[in-house]
Each structure stands twice: as C-alpha cells, then as structure tokens.
C-alpha cells in the first residue's frame, strides 16, 4: 500500500514539472519571439535605438537609469523607463518606441 501512495506521488510529481517546464518553455518562446520582432523593427528603422530613447528620457528627467521595459499596447511600442532622481524619487518615462514622443511622465 504504501510503495503504491509513493508511486502515485512520484507520478503526480512527474506530471506537475512536465506541466510547469513546458510552461516556461512557452513563454521562453514567446520572448524570443518577441525579441527577434523587435531586432528587425530596429534594423528597418521602425522603432528608435535604445540610445536615443534614453537620451529623450533623461532629458525629460535627469537622473540615473535604474530600468527599461518594452511594452506593447495598442499596436503601439512603449518604452517605459525608471529614473532615480537626485532627490531620490523614482519617475517613469514612456516614451513611444517609433517617433520618440514622450506619452507620460509619472511618479513611480
């Protein structure tokens, strides 16, 4: 009886890591996927360098870059981007991926 309950945990336990890597597998997929879409907009000049972005971003808030997410919404790329300001406060940037046009500028 008990070796029965041992190998019924065993495959429960099996069958929950199957469940959870395959999970990640997709969602690792995704990402890449995500990356490499983004890559091309970059090369077909499409969405600004990382670079000039930061530079907008300072701009509106100078301050240290502590960091940086590429958001899709609404069929638009957003860069959001935290900025530790010398008096110590944090401030997000989101800046439109494409054109450079900062949308919003909040307290974090």
Do not use: W
């Not at 890559?39 to 808030?61: D, H, T």
């Amino acid at each position: 009886m008990k070796s029965r309950f041992l190998v019924a945990c065993a495959l429960l336990l099996g069958t929950l890591s199957f469940g959870v890597s395959t999970g990640l597998a997709d969602k690792q997929d995704r990402k890449r996927e995500q990356h490499t879409l983004v890559r091309e907009a970059l090369q077909r000049g499409e969405v600004l360098p990382l670079v000039k972005i930061l530079e907008i971003a300072n701009q509106q808030v100078p301050g240290d870059v502590i960091e940086v997410e590429l958001e899709n919404k609404k069929e638009a790329l957003i860069y959001e981007i935290k900025i530790l300001t010398g008096t110590g406060r944090v401030r997000e940037v989101k800046i439109d991926a494409r054109t450079g046009a900062v949308v919003k500028v909040e307290d974090d």
